[in-house]
């Protein structure tokens, strides 16, 4: 376990920003935080990098007991602010020379990461140019390569895409992607579900000062998917095919229009390969789908609320 | 050690970057010590000229308070903006961070003082009294400068209120001390405020005391000593202050 957040509780006059949060962090997985503005992800993310202390709960990071006195067990966190914080008045390498300095490194450690830090984000070609000059996305990468010039094992990256273009966006994330494969683990918050979905090992939902589940895709899937539907097309449609679909084991309905079959199962029923080698020996398939649950689906059941794009939950 | 060094170096190059503040805390008071010798009589005395000598010591200290601007500056804009959470998450007290900021300012005003001084000595006659004790005053007032500077940082949330504080007291001290309007009149209090009552009126004449123009060596050192328990007080309030407020 790298990082515990046990029972955090964080008020700001009446507002609770934090209502008894559990969090756990493992060694090297990407830890997707996903919710809504306002849901306390990024109270909960001060607080495990020390910048708030927490009304009361406990936070453990590195085995150490983290608040806001605490500057050692900060040496090995590297965060990715929410809005671009680099100096623009200073060039991109300037910028990383200054933000490694904080973290102790000098001489030709720090000129060696800082480097290889420019050569990751893609910015080796810009490292004499000030960033006031970049575009909002190569912004953001130096504001990422500026949390990582120090090497640091556990990464929290606040919503660190947001305002960017697509091309951008993928290239951030494929950026994170290639932190976790160097071993570090990341906490990755953000309100696009895609994002999330795309990248994480773990998905927490937070929602309310909580999290209200956390796990795998898959697990979050199944706590919420009872029913498991498969469309297909037959090339040769017939009252037999249909006869035969309901008979394959964990089927609960099939309904026909025409040449189109809508096939419902019971979850984790299996049965998908069992229902294709029906189909092909009555004349085989024009086409074939699977009606898959995913993160939208399992946010919008656990919370109540749709998450929409500007983080607003509607 | 090190982290002090790279904030201190950090500081240091933000300031001398940004062209407008050396020109202006530079070249301004200079501006306007030479408007006073051509605005005013040629008022010589001992090879001096009076009317650069009486505005090139008031000058040289209203400029220092004005040069804690630039501490206000940076402060402002990195402790009370996005920039804060970055930088409170690295493994640096907020105290490193006030006393690299602090010196860094503190150097570049001593640096824009100097100038003042040697450009005023070496072209327009000015006497700049004792050198010990103008050294003194000189120093003493730039370090208060930039502890005030910073206490109006620690205590402000707002850039624009920072700002307007910091000008206050700039023309506050300026305007009681008798030297921006003239005179705000004959009484007790008055007299104690152009005299003994503002950092401006006790640095300024302290120097004038430190030479032939008000020659009272005593005076001079009394204003000295008022000066530094100032400033010890200050620095006093900057410490209680900053931590206080737990973070910068």
Same mark, same amino acid.
């Given at each position: 376990?790298?990082?515990?957040?046990?029972?955090?509780?964080?008020?700001?006059?009446?507002? &609770?920003?934090?209502?008894?949060?559990?969090? =756990?962090?493992?060694?090297?997985?990407?830890?997707?935080?996903?919710?809504?503005?306002?849901?306390?992800? &990024?109270?909960?993310?001060?607080?495990?990098?020390?910048?708030?202390?927490?009304?009361?709960?406990?936070?453990?990071?590195?085995?150490?007991?983290?608040? +806001?006195?605490?500057?050692? #067990?900060?040496?090995?966190?590297?965060?990715?602010?929410?809005?671009?914080?680099?100096?623009?008045?200073?060039?991109?390498?300037?910028?990383?020379? /200054?933000?490694?300095?904080?973290?102790?490194?000098?001489?030709?450690?720090?000129?060696?990461?800082?480097?290889?830090?420019?050569?990751?984000?893609?910015?080796?070609?810009?490292?004499?140019?000030?960033?006031?000059?970049?575009?909002?996305?190569?912004?953001?990468?130096?504001?990422?390569?500026?949390?990582?010039?120090?090497?640091?094992?556990?990464?929290?990256?606040?919503?660190?895409?947001?305002?960017?273009?697509?091309?951008?966006? =993928?290239?951030?994330?494929?950026?994170?992607?290639?932190?976790?494969?160097?071993?570090?683990?990341?906490?990755?918050?953000?309100?696009?579900?895609?994002?999330?979905?795309?990248?994480?090992?773990?998905?927490?939902?937070?929602?309310?000062?909580?999290?209200?589940?956390?796990?795998?895709?898959?697990?979050?899937?199944?706590?919420?998917?009872?029913?498991?539907?498969?469309?297909?097309?037959?090339?040769?449609?017939?009252?037999?095919?249909?006869?035969?679909?309901?008979?394959?084991?964990?089927?609960?309905? #099939?309904?026909?229009?025409?040449?189109?079959?809508?096939? !419902?199962?019971?979850?984790?029923?299996?049965?998908?390969?069992?229902?294709?080698?029906?189909? !092909?020996?009555?004349?085989?398939?024009?086409?074939?789908?699977?009606?898959?649950?995913?993160?939208?689906?399992?946010?919008?059941?656990?919370?109540?609320?749709?998450? $929409?794009?500007?983080?607003?939950?509607? | 050690?090190?982290?002090?060094?790279?904030?201190?170096?950090? /500081?240091?190059? $933000?300031?001398?970057?940004?062209?407008?503040?050396?020109?202006?805390?530079?070249?301004?008071?200079?501006?306007?010590?030479?408007?006073?010798?051509?605005?005013?009589?040629? =008022?010589?005395?001992?090879?001096?000229?009076?009317?650069?000598?009486?505005?090139?010591?008031?000058?040289?200290?209203?400029?220092?308070?004005?040069?804690?601007?630039?501490?206000?500056? /940076?402060?402002?804009?990195?402790?009370?903006?996005?920039?804060?959470?970055?930088?409170?998450?690295?493994?640096?007290?907020?105290?490193?961070?006030?006393?690299?900021? !602090?010196?860094?300012?503190?150097?570049?005003?001593?640096?824009?003082?100097?100038?003042?001084? +040697?450009?005023?000595?070496?072209?327009?006659?000015?006497?700049?009294?004792?050198?010990?004790? &103008?050294?003194?005053?000189?120093?003493?007032?730039?370090?208060?400068?930039?502890?005030?500077?910073?206490?109006?940082?620690?205590?402000?949330?707002? /850039?624009?209120?920072?700002?307007?504080?910091?000008? +206050?007291?700039?023309?506050?001290?300026?305007?009681?001390?008798?030297?921006?309007?003239?005179?705000?009149?004959?009484?007790?209090?008055?007299?104690?405020?152009?005299?003994?009552?503002?950092?401006?009126?006790?640095?300024?004449?302290?120097?004038?005391?430190?030479?032939?123009?008000?020659?009272?060596?005593?005076?001079?050192?009394?204003?000295?000593?008022?000066?530094?328990?100032?400033?010890?007080?200050?620095?006093?309030?900057?410490?209680? !202050?900053?931590?206080?407020?737990?973070?910068?």
């Amino acid at each position: 376990m790298l990082a515990t957040l046990n029972n955090l509780v964080k008020r700001y006059n009446d507002t &609770t920003a934090l209502d008894h949060l559990n969090l =756990n962090v493992y060694e090297g997985e990407i830890l997707g935080l996903l919710g809504p503005n306002g849901a306390g992800k &990024t109270t909960a993310i001060r607080a495990l990098c020390g910048l708030i202390n927490a009304d009361s709960g406990e936070i453990t990071v590195f085995g150490q007991r983290q608040n +806001i006195k605490n500057l050692s #067990v900060r040496r090995n966190i590297g965060l990715v602010t929410q809005e671009i914080t680099v100096f623009k008045e200073l060039t991109a390498e300037a910028n990383l020379r /200054y933000f490694g300095g904080l973290y102790g490194l000098k001489g030709v450690e720090l000129t060696a990461n800082v480097k290889e830090v420019l050569e990751f984000v893609g910015l080796s070609e810009h490292a004499k140019r000030k960033p006031g000059a970049f575009s909002g996305g190569m912004q953001r990468r130096l504001n990422i390569a500026c949390a990582l010039v120090h090497r640091p094992k556990l990464v929290i990256m606040d919503e660190p895409t947001v305002g960017i273009d697509p091309q951008s966006r =993928n290239h951030i994330l494929e950026s994170v992607k290639r932190i976790a494969q160097r071993g570090t683990t990341v906490i990755y918050t953000s309100h696009y579900m895609e994002e999330v979905q795309a990248i994480s090992d773990r998905i927490a939902i937070v929602d309310s000062g909580r999290v209200i589940v956390e796990g795998t895709l898959e697990k979050l899937v199944s706590l919420i998917q009872h029913e498991h539907a498969v469309y297909l097309t037959a090339v040769m449609p017939s009252k037999a095919l249909e006869e035969d679909l309901k008979a394959i084991a964990g089927v609960k309905s #099939v309904k026909q229009n025409g040449a189109d079959y809508t096939i !419902v199962s019971g979850a984790n029923s299996g049965n998908v390969n069992r229902i294709m080698e029906v189909a !092909v020996r009555h004349g085989g398939v024009k086409s074939f789908s699977e009606a898959k649950a995913n993160l939208e689906d399992v946010f919008l059941t656990l919370t109540g609320k749709k998450l $929409r794009d500007d983080g607003k939950v509607s | 050690m090190n982290n002090f060094l790279v904030i201190f170096k950090h /500081y240091t190059k $933000r300031s001398w970057m940004d062209i407008i503040g050396p020109l202006m805390f530079t070249l301004m008071p200079l501006g306007i010590i030479i408007f006073n010798i051509v605005a005013s009589e040629e =008022n010589m005395e001992n090879g001096y000229n009076l009317a650069a000598t009486g505005a090139s010591a008031v000058m040289l200290i209203a400029f220092q308070f004005f040069c804690g601007q630039i501490l206000l500056h /940076y402060f402002m804009k990195d402790f009370r903006g996005d920039m804060r959470f970055r930088l409170q998450a690295a493994p640096v007290s907020g105290t490193s961070f006030i006393v690299g900021a !602090v010196l860094a300012s503190w150097v570049f005003s001593v640096i824009q003082g100097l100038i003042i001084i +040697i450009v005023t000595a070496l072209f327009f006659n000015v006497y700049w009294g004792n050198p010990l004790i &103008t050294a003194l005053i000189f120093l003493i007032v730039s370090i208060m400068s930039q502890l005030l500077a910073a206490l109006t940082a620690l205590l402000s949330n707002k /850039y624009s209120t920072a700002t307007a504080i910091s000008f +206050i007291y700039c023309f506050g001290f300026m305007i009681l001390s008798g030297v921006m309007i003239g005179s705000l009149g004959d009484n007790a209090l008055m007299n104690f405020l152009e005299t003994r009552g503002t950092p401006l009126s006790l640095a300024w004449r302290g120097i004038h005391y430190s030479g032939f123009i008000l020659d009272d060596m005593n005076q001079a050192w009394i204003n000295i000593s008022i000066l530094a328990i100032m400033t010890v007080v200050l620095a006093v309030a900057v410490f209680i !202050v900053a931590k206080r407020r737990r973070s910068v």
